[in-house]
Structures are given as C-alpha cells and as structure tokens.
C-alpha cells in the first residue's frame, strides 16, 4: 500500500498518563484524529492541556499509555526518519553558523556531511530568505532569523511530515504574520503534512485547513472545523469576513470552556 | 535601546561645563585597565607613605620599595628555580585533574546510579580540608612531586567535576529530543550537544581551578618542599625576612594571574561563543 492510500497520522482513543513526583498526570484521553497527507493542520488549546504531548507522541518520543498512534499505517514504536520537528525556541548549537545548524541533523545521524549536502543547506536558507547569512552564528541573527534557521533544519532532511511547537510564539507580532506566510508559501511549494501546535486562534485559522481545539487537562479533541478560505493566503485574508467568523466561533468556544 | 535613549536625553539637558566633565570620566571609566591601574598606584604610595611616616617595622609590613628590594635577596636564576618548581606541580595537578574530572563528569550524567553511588564520595572530598590532609599525603607518598600532584589535584577536582555535570545537564531538552528524535549514537548526543553546550561551565570551573592549583601547590610546599615559591615563603618568614616572603607573595600573584589569563585567553580564542554577550 503506497503512502498516498493513508492518512498521514492517526490516533485512536489515545491516553498520556505521565507519573510525576506528586502523583500522576492525565495528560490525554481519547483522543482521536485524523491527518491526512499534505494536509496543514493546527492544534488549537488552553495552555497545559497536551497539545505537546501530541505531538511528541506522533514524533515517536513518548509511547501512548493506552490506545494508538499510526503514522503512515504503521504504528510509532520509535522515532522516524520522515518527521522533522520545530520548536518553540530555535534551540540552535550556538556555536556552528546557520549553515552547520541546517546540516546538523545528517551529521548527528550520519557523522558526517558533504559539499553536496551543505550545497542543499544554503539553497533551503535560501528559500528561507536568509541568504547571505549562511556564516553567521545564531548570536548573530535575530530572533525571527534564527526560527527560520530551526525550519529550514527541520526541512533539511525532506520529511513528509512537519511537527511544529508553536514556532512562531516567541517572535513579535509583525514577524510571526510574516513567518506565518512564508511558512505557507513554503509549503504550498513543497507540500508536507502539517502538524501546527498554536494558541493563537487567529494564526491557526489563517495557516490551517483544518482546526482542531483541545480541551483543558486531560486533553480531548472537542472541535474539528474546516476552514474553507481560499489559497494561497496572505495579509489580504485577515481581512476575510469568513475568517472572522471562523475566528469568533473558536474564541466562543475557548471562553465557553474557560468560564 | 530605550534606557540609552533615555539617558541620552537627560545628559544632554544638563549644564554644558557638566556635560564635558561627565563625557571626560566617561570616557576615563571606558579605558581599559586604566581605573585599575589608578587604583593600585594610589594605594601603592599610601602604603610606602604610611610605612614612612608611622615607622612601621618591617617585620609587621614592609613598604613596597623593601619588598622591591626582596627580590634582590637572591639571583633571577633561583628565582626561576622556584617558580618553575610550584608552577609545575600546580600544572601537573591542574592536567590530571580535568583529565579525570570531565570524563567523571560525562559518567555521572549517563549513569543515575554510578551518580548517587560517587556524588557523596566527591562531597566528603571536597568536605575534607585539604590543608589537614596534606601532610598525611606526604607522609604516604614520599618526597618528590607526587604528592604534591595529588594534593593540587584533590582541591582542583571538586569544581571542575560539579560545574561541568551541570552544564552537561543544562542543554535544552528539544535538542536531546532532536537527537532521540534522529536515532542517533548516544555518543554522539554526547560528543556533538551535550560536551559543547557545557564548555561554558566547564570554562568557570577551569578559571576557578587553575587558581587554586596554584594554591594546592603551595599548600604541598608549605608542609614538604625543598623549593617552590611556598617554600620560599615559608623559608624567609622563619628568617625573620618578611620583605623577601612578600617578595614571593608577589610571584605568586603573579602568576595566579597569568594563568588565569592564559585560560580566559584560550576560551576567547577557541569558544568565543561561549562567552556570555553584554546584551541581555
């Protein structure tokens, strides 16, 4: 069966107990979802409420408690190679320029890397908008540049599949619009399946075909909206007044459950 | 940005005459080693002032230009005779102890419970005063350079391996679960994220360490030494010729000093990275 027949990721009644100090921890129950391939999808939810966790389960970090997590049909036992993962912060070695950083995952997984690789290297910071940067150590970049380095590390090994950690979350307001958007010019280049984790409504229904809203501690998928606005997307959408719908419907939801 | 703004403006509101002297010290306060340098020359020529006027015997203090003539109680080649003598065994000391203390370090973080079976062992050494223990390590080892390796070893230890197994604890997690996420070598996590994040703490450590070698060194002259600048100390002292003693105070500063620089020089050169930036 060809990658093309299945979904790209599949939980079914997923649990994430986790054993902590004081006790234990519910993190998940019953989640269940669906992700289909080339599909950008983003996880929408309170803080603390295993948005994480998701994703760490679908990149083969944590094992579920109960349930199962399917990429590709086959069940997570362990990480895979088609999975690349931004986080929250850049987290970049501080020592090796952005070019190194972009390399980094094959000489950490390989050992070594050649002048084809680091060719490959400088055309994905390219088409991140940081050419002429290549040297430069993280120090030396902003923090906005620096994010767009952990993508374009995230993207160096080809995945088919993008784990994202609010990777905007740490930028100013401008920036994280900007990054949004050559995000998805990016992919709409090269598809990938997206998983977008954000607590940000606006930026989830701006990105996302589809957005999913968990609940509070223990996480549960409680809404699944299509959103139906055209592509490609720019600063021209936020002013749709179909996104603005969509945008008051999950702040609806959200509040209703927070109050 | 802002603060800069904002005391740019105030200066530029205040009186002209004051502005011009507080661009001068300013621009005093900016020039490197200069402050310092003021600083120890004044205090300098009220110590030689005082030791004047007051008539303070020598043997309580001696004025700075006594102790100038102290270096003089013996030829430049004994001299280096001695330095050579506590610089090398601070030295020896201070290699075999990073030697042995990074790798510890490295297997107290792989290891949870090689790290709960050693750590109380590494807190009782460091507990242990080392000044007491030295001459029972020269009693068990014999003259010559041994013991006073492990003596300079033993209170160089402790720092190195605690800063540098916080520092290979310090890395941030996405970057160990990058690595987990790869499936790469465990000694690779190791070699590739963990050792060079630490090199900032491993470098604190270092500069603390390279100090106290010298003083493990001395401390192993002062209880068996035929040579050495603790020797020497000790020697000119019981001669009653404390201008000489302080004479080789000033050595061993000296090179306290040098050495410091030679590793805070080594962590510019080679890390450059790793040296924290003045903006926050």
């Not at chain 2, 605690?162 to 997690?173: Q, W």
Request: proline share 6%; charged share 15%; aromatic share 8%.
């Amino acid at each position: 069966m060809g990658k093309a027949a299945q979904s790209a990721i599949r939980f079914s009644n997923v649990g994430q107990v986790f054993r902590t100090q004081s006790g234990t921890l519910e993190a998940l129950r019953g989640v269940d979802l669906t992700i289909e391939r080339h599909e950008f999808v983003a996880v929408l939810g309170p803080s603390g409420c295993g948005k994480s966790t998701l994703l760490r389960l679908t990149a083969g970090l944590l094992t579920p408690t109960s349930g199962k997590v399917e990429v590709f049909g086959l069940s997570v036992a362990e990480p895979r190679d088609d999975i690349g993962i931004v986080f929250q912060k850049p987290t970049l070695l501080p020592w090796a320029s952005a070019e190194d950083n972009v390399v980094f995952p094959l000489r950490h997984k390989a050992g070594r890397v050649n002048a084809g690789d680091r060719e490959k290297a400088r055309q994905i910071l390219a088409r991140m908008g940081l050419a002429g940067f290549e040297k430069r150590l993280p120090s030396e970049l902003s923090g906005g540049m620096q994010q767009r380095v952990g993508i374009a590390r995230a993207l160096f090994m080809d995945p088919d599949i993008l784990l994202m950690d609010e990777p905007f979350s740490a930028l100013d307001a401008l920036t994280r619009d900007e990054m949004g958007f050559e995000l998805l010019h990016i992919w709409e280049a090269r598809p990938k399946t997206v998983m977008f984790i954000t607590h940000s409504i606006s930026e989830a229904v701006l990105l996302a075909d589809r957005v999913l809203v968990m609940s509070e501690r223990p996480g549960r998928i409680i809404e699944n909206l299509t959103i139906d606005l055209p592509r490609p997307r720019g600063f021209e959408t936020t002013n749709n007044k179909v996104m603005h719908d969509y945008v008051s419907h999950l702040r609806s939801l959200l509040l209703k459950r927070a109050a | 940005m802002t603060m800069s703004h904002i005391s740019g403006a105030s200066s530029s509101s205040a009186p002209p005459e004051q502005r011009d002297r507080r661009q001068v010290m300013v621009r005093l306060a900016r020039a490197p080693g200069l402050l310092p340098l003021v600083t120890l020359v004044s205090i300098l020529i009220v110590w030689e002032v005082s030791c004047q006027v007051f008539a303070i015997p020598s043997f309580v203090l001696p004025s700075p230009t006594r102790i100038l003539g102290g270096f003089g109680a013996i030829p430049f080649p004994r001299w280096l005779d001695h330095i050579w003598s506590t610089l090398r065994v601070a030295l020896i000391g201070y290699v075999v102890s990073i030697v042995i203390a990074i790798p510890t370090a490295v297997m107290l973080t792989r290891s949870e419970m090689l790290s709960r079976a050693l750590y109380p062992i590494l807190v009782v050494i460091q507990a242990t005063p080392v000044v007491a223990v030295a001459p029972v390590i020269i009693v068990a080892l014999g003259s010559g350079d041994l013991p006073r390796v492990v003596i300079t070893f033993l209170i160089t230890f402790f720092p190195l391996v605690v800063s540098t197994t916080t520092g290979l604890l310090a890395t941030p997690p996405e970057l160990i679960e990058l690595s987990r996420s790869l499936r790469a070598p465990a000694i690779r996590e190791m070699t590739q994220i963990r050792l060079p994040f630490a090199i900032p703490y491993v470098f604190s450590a270092l500069k603390i360490s390279i100090t106290l070698a010298v003083i493990g060194a001395v401390v192993a002259e002062f209880v068996a030494a035929d040579k050495g600048i603790g020797y020497y100390i000790q020697f000119s002292t019981s001669m009653f010729q404390v201008q000489q003693a302080w004479a080789g105070l000033v050595v061993l500063v000296a090179i306290s000093l040098a050495l410091f620089q030679l590793v805070a020089a080594a962590q510019r050169i080679w890390f450059p990275w790793s040296i924290p930036s003045e903006r926050s």
